[in-house]
């Protein structure tokens, strides 16, 4: 059919006429008014969620398509070099000093989470950010990122700091019904705002024709996580935030619970050097599949920008222009010179309004189709453009200044994105396993490192064919304990008198001061807003807590682990009421935890 059916008019005739001059009549054959109402819906849809409408997305997907077919290089022409940026060693004088001014920077903060996909991926069928950080305490990404902001305010004494989170139509509503059966985890009315992704539609060929299903309906695709700057835009969020005094905007990820212990350094970084978009890097090992933050010329242009260049892209770039050995250690003889990107960056939120105003949030999009052979003229599969958020700084001019916070690891980086029967042999495995024993890693590193006597494990345990030798001890110092290196210095003040074994499990929530704990065992403390506790004296020695064999009829969440974790009868559970000032000690002559409460906050 290359007539639009008879009997459509008003805004069904206008999208049917656009379908015809765009060379996609093909999407009304079969067409039957029965299916009129949901199949122009569709159309609408795509028409009014893409900048530029059906036009623009065809226009650019013939000319994205064309040079994919051509084999066009994207990056020719472009040379690349190391970029301005501070590499930061967690606790040292330089990571204290940024942490300091980053301190005051943190009251006037934005975050947006980026949750548009299910954990499909890791054998899960719901929304990734309801999965537990760790199986100790439970406690959901989602959950723990409120909790951190939360935090956040509370010590800088700030008024609500606004999250966005970037939703799609396979999250949004489970993301709606999490928050709305938690009370949004405590977050005030209104501070956390839902943006939703739409699809756009999926490519039959080169001749860019939207491809259909068997019943004729257009496919679609999800466009990548560089969406989320346009509906930053379109929502008119960022000229809000800018306008109220919101200077910076932090963007992480869905299932990286490190992302927000390097945020105080990172925005004194930002500060300091005066940066419009800073990423959050991590060091990258040669032919690591991991992106490298790269400064890039073009000569011939004129131009200059700092940028993301993915790995696939970066061994070729670096043979044909400046290093002929491709992508090599730099002058530690370990490391890539280029940090590696994890998608974590801060943008400077009055510069990044005002890019917004001019560039609608659209960022520069790619097609990475799937030939059926060596013609290149079909695919095996349809095909869609995408874009990612971590190309920002492509709009930039030269001018607006770029850079990088390169941290370790262990404070800022593990995934959770891998199904443990993938995972198995990956280095690191990035599944639900190991971002657990990172999550409690970090926490007794960083306590080693303020000088507590915090034992290793001496052997390594294996759940379902992923080997980790730090899942003990089972450390988790909940946000509201220290948001910051130097706030844990204070929680912790004597670290001559910690000590926890290896087989230890110790829980932390609230206002909690750590002066002398022996702990050979389990010990949760918790206490509520108001509460603020002192542990003194304190020798714990139980049954601790046991990883078991998750059973058969264990939830997703618990499977996709292959285990569980079990408290031991005599784990002592704390739950302190505030306010008041309470302190923990252990009763010399019984040996058990005794609870001493103060009742006026005021006393000391």
């Not at 920077?105 to 975050?111: G, H, M």
């Not at 257009?218 to 560089?226: D, E, F, M, S």
């Not at 990258?284 to 000569?299: E, S, Y």
């Not at 345990?461 to 080997?467: A, C, L, S, V």
């Amino acid at each position: 059919m290359s007539a639009v059916p008879d009997g459509l008019t008003g805004r069904s005739k206008e999208l049917a006429d656009l379908l015809v001059s765009l060379g996609q009549e093909h999407l009304l054959d079969g067409y039957t008014p029965e299916k009129g109402k949901t199949f122009f819906e569709q159309i609408g849809t795509l028409e009014s969620s893409y900048p530029g409408g059906i036009k623009a997305y065809i226009e650019s997907a013939k000319e994205l398509l064309a040079a994919s077919a051509r084999g066009d290089n994207p990056l020719e022409g472009w040379v690349p070099s190391v970029p301005n940026g501070e590499a930061l060693e967690f606790g040292s004088d330089a990571w204290c000093e940024n942490e300091a001014i980053g301190a005051v920077e943190a009251k006037r903060c934005a975050f947006v989470l980026v949750a548009g996909g299910l954990g499909e991926r890791l054998g899960y069928s719901r929304i990734k950010v309801e999965l537990p950080t760790e199986t100790v305490t439970g406690t959901a990404y989602l959950d723990y990122y409120v909790q951190t902001i939360l935090a956040i305010q509370k010590a800088t004494k700030s008024r609500p700091l606004p999250l966005a989170i970037m939703v799609s139509g396979d999250t949004e509503t489970m993301t709606k019904e999490m928050l709305a059966a938690n009370n949004n985890f405590g977050a005030a009315p209104g501070q956390i705002t839902l943006l939703k992704q739409e699809k756009v539609a999926a490519l039959a060929d080169n001749d860019a024709r939207i491809a259909v299903d068997d019943d004729g309906a257009p496919i679609t695709k999800p466009h990548g996580h560089g969406d989320v700057h346009v509906l930053l835009h379109s929502s008119g969020l960022v000229r809000k935030w800018a306008n109220m005094g919101i200077d910076w905007v932090y963007f992480f990820q869905d299932t990286n619970a490190l992302g927000f212990r390097p945020l105080y350094a990172t925005l004194g970084v930002s500060k300091k050097l005066g940066l419009h978009c800073n990423f959050l890097t991590v060091p990258r090992f040669p032919g690591q599949a991991v992106g490298g933050i790269a400064k890039l010329d073009n000569a011939a242009e004129g131009k200059s920008m700092v940028i993301n260049v993915e790995y696939n892209q970066l061994d070729p770039l670096l043979r044909s222009t400046v290093s002929p050995s491709g992508d090599v250690a730099g002058p530690d003889g370990v490391h890539s010179p280029y940090p590696g990107n994890i998608n974590s960056f801060v943008l400077a939120c009055k510069p990044y309004a005002s890019t917004l105003d001019k560039t609608k949030g659209v960022m520069g999009e790619f097609v990475n189709p799937k030939y059926a052979d060596a013609t290149k003229t079909k695919f095996k599969k349809p095909a869609r453009l995408e874009c990612m958020m971590q190309d920002y700084p492509k709009v930039l001019p030269a001018e607006e200044l770029v850079g990088f916070t390169s941290v370790a690891n262990w404070i800022a980086f593990s995934p959770c994105k891998n199904a443990t029967a993938d995972a198995v042999g990956k280095t690191p495995p990035a599944c639900a396993l190991s971002a657990e024993a990172d999550q409690y890693f970090h926490c007794a590193e960083m306590l080693r490192l303020r000088g507590c006597a915090v034992s290793k494990m001496t052997s390594a345990e294996t759940w379902d064919g992923i080997t980790s030798d730090i899942l003990s001890p089972s450390i988790v110092l909940a946000p509201s304990v220290a948001v910051s290196y130097t706030d844990l210095k204070t929680k912790f003040p004597a670290p001559d008198f910690v000590t926890i074994s290896a087989a230890s499990t110790l829980v932390l929530s609230g206002d909690v001061t750590v002066r002398s704990l022996n702990l050979d065992g389990g010990l949760v403390i918790k206490g509520t807003k108001n509460a603020k506790i002192t542990v003194l004296e304190c020798l714990v020695k139980n049954s601790g807590f046991k990883r078991v064999e998750a059973p058969d009829d264990a939830p997703e969440s618990t499977r996709i682990r292959g285990y569980e974790t079990v408290k031991g009868d005599d784990v002592p559970v704390l739950d302190l009421v505030g306010p008041g000032l309470f302190f923990v000690t252990t009763d010399p002559v019984t040996k058990q935890l005794t609870t001493t409460r103060k009742p006026d906050c005021s006393l000391s």
